[in-house]
Structure formats: C-alpha cells, structure tokens
C-alpha cells in the first residue's frame, strides 16, 4: 500500500484545511488514520476512521474533537481530514496511516503504512 498525503498550506488561526490521503496497490488498510509531528516532538495521534458493515467508526484526539472531522471513501481509496477553526498549535507535518487491526489506535507503532506527510502551518 503506498499513501499519498496532500492539501497542507499556510492559514491564519481560525482558518480551515481539508488534507487528503490517496492509497494506491493493495486495498488500504481497515483503519486509517492521521497522525501529525511538530517540531521537536513526537509523532501524535489525530483521528482514525475504521470499516464496518454498520458505518465507519471515528476517533479522534481530544484537541481535534469539535473541529476536525476524518472521512473516507473506499471506492476512490482516499480519506480526508477536514480540519477547522484551526489554531496556531496544529502547526505540524501531518501524516495518513493505514492499519489492518492495530492493538492501540491511537499508537503509531501499531500502523503498517505510512504517508511522507504534508506540512500544515497555523499563523497567528
């Protein structure tokens, strides 16, 4: 599986991104997920969407929870972070994973795919 992130840019606080996650070669993984990493700081959980018979199942970060929102379509392979009132701390490279059963959602040693990360950054 290979993963294609994009839509990172230059916003001013308040403002919104919608990044996307294209997968390519086998089919993606069950769970996906978007991780971010700042400066100087660890790789950080954001949100996950997971596949199942009765909907996606979404999780997110408390400091996403209420402003961003993940999403996913199986058929075009993609899944999108649409983030708003975005603040200066979500400054960062985000990152789109895919897993088939991670033993810990939130923990990015549990995701067998990465993308190479699209850099947002929040003015003030």
């Known amino acids: 599986v290979q993963l294609q992130a994009s839509g990172g840019g230059l916003v001013q606080a308040g403002g919104s991104l919608r990044l996307s996650c294209a997968a390519s070669?086998?089919?993606?993984?069950?769970?996906m997920g978007w991780f971010r990493q700042a400066p100087g700081k660890e790789r950080e959980f954001v949100a996950t969407?997971?596949?199942?018979?009765?909907?996606?199942?979404?999780v997110y970060a408390d400091s996403a929870k209420g402003r961003f929102t993940i999403s996913r379509d199986n058929a075009k392979n993609t899944v999108w972070l649409q983030m708003n009132s975005l603040k200066p701390e979500d400054t960062a490279v985000y990152y789109c994973?895919?897993?088939?059963?991670?033993?810990?959602?939130?923990?990015?040693?549990?995701?067998?795919?990465w993308g190479q990360g699209t850099q947002v950054t929040v003015s003030s």
């Open positions: 969407i997971t596949w199942s018979w009765s909907g996606d199942i979404t």
């Open positions: 070669g086998r089919t993606f993984g069950n769970v």
């Open positions: 994973a895919a897993a088939y059963a991670p033993p810990d959602y939130r923990d990015p040693k549990g995701y067998d795919y």
